[in-house]
């Protein structure tokens, strides 16, 4: 066998069912994020709070089991906490969202961070997209200025709440950017680890800065800890996973299940209507971020 066909079936990706099963299982787990902070009655920031503080002995034992050899790099971990700290805001902008806008938006809205990074690449490298990336920014730019629109006939807070969503993109690209560089020197439940340690008080102040209510009220401790466990545990877990056995046109592909999945919850347990102007708008949003997302040279993360 030749050196070119070695590195080709290096590179191939081989999943099998417990892959595909875990990929969609994964997001699936994570769409039912923004309905678990709408039933919680904690503020929405503080919602956050919980999700952050109460996996912390889990991922500590996962991380410690998983370390990798070596002195720690200290500025590589101050590197993580300053993720953390953009993690943070993007959890604090995006709860804050989800309680302002329709399910479907927020998703959609939330996993922008994919669409500001090509964006940030184009612009690094000085150079004109291509026809893949024009397409996409032309798909996010129209797509989001339907979901807008529409949005804003409904009411101004649910373009305020779109506005938090976007928002919430901007601060996850900046966290993605310094935690994807470290997750190879220090490995993933490591940097989730730190970033979470980083997130945890910022969110508490934040919280307790806008008056929200911290504990939970009569709908007691379920849909935090739900939360808390569905999102960083369950749905991270499976995603850590699938992740490395599918191509990013698939992971793409599959990450389309949250916006729709969270449409539905959202059409359910609330009654949120989409029109076939919403629909057309998310479906252009949801091919941006696709063909983003095939941009990646490697299997990108999805939010968690």
């Known amino acids: ?51 952050m503080l109460l996996p912390l002995p889990v991922l500590a034992v996962l991380a410690w089991r998983t370390r990798l050899p070596g002195k720690v790099n200290g500025r590589m971990v101050a590197l993580v906490l300053a993720a953390g700290t953009f993690f943070a805001l993007d959890l604090a902008s995006w709860h804050t969202g989800i309680e302002r806008t329709r399910l479907g938006n927020a998703t959609l809205f939330g996993n922008a961070g994919s669409i500001i990074l090509m964006v940030w690449g184009i612009v690094a490298l000085r150079r004109l997209p291509n026809t893949r990336e024009g397409l996409a920014l032309a798909a996010a730019i129209g797509g989001a200025a339907i979901l807008m629109g529409r949005s804003l006939e409904i009411s101004a807070k649910t373009l305020t709440g779109d506005l938090f969503c976007l928002f919430a993109g901007l601060c996850y690209a900046f966290y993605l950017i310094p935690a994807q560089r470290a997750r190879a020197t220090m490995g993933q439940w490591s940097v989730l680890l730190l970033v979470s340690l980083a997130a945890t008080p910022l969110l508490l102040i934040v919280a307790l800065a806008l008056g929200e209510p911290v504990l939970p009220g009569p709908a007691g401790w379920t849909p935090v800890v739900t939360l808390a466990i569905s999102s960083q545990i369950v749905g991270q877990g499976l995603l850590v996973y699938s992740l490395r056995n ?37 479906v252009l949003v949801a091919a941006a971020l696709v063909l983003a997302r095939t941009q990646a040279p490697a299997a990108p993360r999805v939010r968690v």
């Open 246 to 282: 599918f191509s990013p046109l698939i992971i793409g592909m599959a990450l389309l299940t949250q916006p729709a999945i969270a449409a539905a919850v959202g059409w359910l347990a609330f009654g949120e209507t989409l029109g076939a102007p919403d629909i057309a708008g998310m």
């Open 1 to 51: 066998m030749n050196s070119t066909s070695s590195s080709a079936d290096k590179n191939a990706f081989h999943p099998d069912v417990r892959h595909f099963v875990a990929l969609i299982g994964g997001n699936i787990v994570l769409a039912l994020g923004p309905w678990l902070v709408r039933l919680s009655d904690t503020g929405p920031v503080a919602a956050g709070f919980w999700r």
